[in-house]
Structures are given as C-alpha cells and as structure tokens.
C-alpha cells in the first residue's frame, strides 16, 4: 500500500508541474491589480508603475519556471518543478502587499481564489518561493526609482504674472528612471511646431474649430468619445483589449505573462519619456494658446478670447501627448505579440460606469480614437499627437527587441 500511495502521489506531482499552465491567472491579477490601485485611490503614472512591477515580477517567476523568455530582474536559478501558475500569482501577491499593504485583505483574497486548485506539495512551496523572490528583485531594481522624490516643480514666470496654482500632475516622473534604458531623454521629440508657422497654424485652426465647448463642426459621435475617454480610461483600455485578445487566442501561460509585462512596463515609461519631454519644452496648451491667438505672430491664427475646450485641461504640459504615446506603445507591443498590428475586435468599458462601453473592430481603430479623441476634445494639437505615436512606437520597438526576449 505505502508503494502504491507514493506512486500517486508522485504521479500528481509530475502531473502539476508538467501540466500546461493556463494563460488566465495572469489576466485575473490583472483585474485584481486594478481592483486594489481603484480602493487605494492610485491610478496615472503611480498606477502605470505598480502595474508595471505586478506584471514584470509575475513575467519573471514564471520564466523562472518555464525559462521561456529571458527575465528582467530575477537571477535566481532556474525551477522547472516549480508550479508556474503559483510562483506568478506568489509574485503578484508579494508586489501587490509591498504597494498597497492597506489593501491586505483583497490581495489575500485574490491569491486565495487564484491557488485553490493547486495540491499542496513541493511544486505549490517551490512555487510560492520563486514567485517571491521575482517580486523582491524587482521591487529592489525599481526602489530608487526617483518616482516618489519631492515635488520640486518650478513654474516659469515673471515677477508679477500669474500662473496656475496647482501643481502639475507627478512632474517629478520627468526624471524617474525608465524601465529597460537608462535616461528618459533618449526618445524625446524634436521641438513642436515654430508658432509662426503653416504647421503650427495648422494645428492652431483644427483644434480650435473642433474642440472647443461651442463646436459647430465636431459631430455628435466625436463629442461622445470625448466624454468616454476620460483619464481613468485611458490607460486601463488597453488592459481590457489585452485580456480579451489573450483569451481569445488562448494564449500560453510564458507567452501571456510576457505580453502583460512588455505592455505594462511600455505604459510606466510612456509617462516617463513623455513628462520629460513635455518639462524640457513647456509647450502651451489650446486653451492659452487660442485665448492668445493675437500674441503668437502669426497671421494664420485668429485669437478667441472666449474659447474653452470640451476636455478640461490636463494639468501639465501639451507637448506631447501622454493619450497618443500610451496608445502608440501599447498598439504596437499588443500587434507584436500578437502577430497581428489589427487584431480585434476589442470592447472598452467605462472605469465608472459598467454600461458605457465603445466597441473596435481592432486595436488599430482603438488607438486612433484614443489619440483624435485629444483634438476633439480641445486640449492637444496634431503635431503633438503625430510626435507622440512616433515615440509610442519607438518604445515598443525597444521593448521587444532588448526584453523577454526568447531563451535559446
């Protein structure tokens, strides 16, 4: 009998450590992750960050596992008996208490769900350690981040001049340290637009014919993706498409992870590239831009001395635009691995309300809208957004070819 039981239960542990892992207990953290950020009140670039070290550090457990794809910080030997499917959600859980330690009892609870149905035995314990130390190694390479320095923002002016009051969202991120690269200038832009030029009149006309509160010119449906596309749904838009294109092509646990990490760590350092470029040109907004039409020496630009944007007016710098560069750089790392730069279709549903949602035919149509949605809204210039898909793109194009690259 003793020879019997230690055949089973030798037979169930090959069973757990060989059997393919399934691809959703990434995308359930996920959902989780924003569950936690959403009760603790953490969304923009402090959200983009804690997602970004959630799904690097499940990425890198679960490479240590499978070692399908190189890690990004964890070097710890590899544990091919471990339960990857554990050691993803151990990460998940370890980096999530690290962040948000106020919000124990969901991340308990989400790990409690997402490891139920794995026994108890070598493959859970060795997992469960593994999953650890890839949330550890990560939360030590991004501890001196300079994400969290002080504030130290100092708005230009001149004696005398007013200037807002309120301090501009985490302009300290201009100078945090970017995930796989080591200076945030590395894709600024060229400068926007000269003010007295074709281009910039350009820019100047459509964005004042169409964004502002009175618009005649600006459809009905344009008006309501504005509406849609408030800054909670901005980044979180692109975490809905992922989850449902991973599921639909049921992706692999490896490949899942790798997919989540890549798009999540591309998102963190949009906000870096971009508040680094945005603080280096402290370009101005439509709104004083068109309410000092006559100031700008160019003929092409009539002043509007009462125009106001649909979109109230993020408090930072135009140029360029965070909304274009998140969907430039999500768009491009989801086309990438995904073999597919349309894939689709994509349904986004509002942060707020569970009944608006938009529908896509792609994730290509998805990051138009999420970019145009800025003009229509009256708060960005074309120029902004054509600089800002070119930066997106760049990002992902580094991302794929210097991380979670394929073990050969």
């Not at 997602?51 to 710890?76: C, E, F, P, S």
């Amino acid at each position: 009998m003793r020879s019997v039981a230690l055949l089973t239960l030798s037979a169930a542990l090959f069973a757990a450590a060989a059997a393919p892992a399934r691809a959703d207990v990434v995308t359930d953290w996920n959902v989780a992750s924003f569950d936690v950020m959403n009760a603790a009140n953490v969304g923009g670039a402090p959200g983009a960050r804690a997602l970004a070290i959630v799904h690097v550090a499940m990425a890198d457990a679960v490479n240590a596992v499978q070692n399908r794809y190189t890690r990004y910080a964890h070097k710890g030997a590899l544990q091919p008996s471990a339960s990857a499917e554990v050691a993803a959600s151990s990460a998940a859980r370890s980096a999530l208490l690290a962040l948000f330690p106020a919000q124990r009892a969901r991340i308990d609870a989400a790990y409690a769900a997402a490891t139920a149905g794995v026994a108890d035995g070598p493959a859970k314990d060795t997992g469960i350690k593994v999953g650890e130390e890839a949330s550890a190694a990560v939360l030590a390479d991004r501890a001196n981040d300079d994400s969290s320095v002080p504030d130290t923002y100092r708005p230009i002016t001149a004696p005398g001049n007013w200037v807002p009051t309120t301090p501009p969202l985490t302009a300290q991120y201009a100078r945090a340290k970017p995930w796989g690269f080591d200076k945030a200038d590395r894709f600024r832009p060229g400068p926007p637009p000269e003010l007295s030029s074709a281009q910039y009149a350009r820019d100047y006309n459509e964005t004042k014919d169409l964004g502002g509160v009175r618009s005649t010119q600006r459809t009905a449906a344009q008006s309501d993706a504005v509406k849609f596309w408030s800054q909670t749904n901005l980044g979180l838009s692109w975490h809905q498409a992922a989850r449902q294109l991973a599921t639909a092509r049921q992706m692999n646990l490896a490949d899942c992870s790798r997919t989540f990490a890549l798009m999540s760590l591309g998102v963190a350092n949009t906000f870096i590239v971009d508040w680094d470029a945005k603080f280096h040109y402290n370009f101005w907004r439509p709104v004083t831009a068109i309410r000092n039409g006559d100031q700008d020496n160019n003929p092409a630009t009539e002043r509007d001395a009462g125009w106001t944007p649909l979109n109230a007016t993020p408090m930072h710098p135009e140029y360029p635009s965070q909304a274009a560069i998140i969907a430039g750089t999500a768009s491009a790392l989801l086309g990438q691995a995904l073999g597919d730069r349309n894939a689709g279709p994509v349904t986004v549903t509002d942060s707020a309300d569970p009944k608006l949602t938009r529908n896509f035919a792609g994730i290509a149509a998805l990051a138009d809208e999420h970019r145009l949605v800025r003009i229509w809204g009256g708060i960005h210039f074309r120029s902004s957004l054509e600089a800002s898909e070119r930066m997106g793109r760049a990002l992902a194009e580094h991302a794929v070819q210097t991380l979670y690259t394929p073990v050969r």
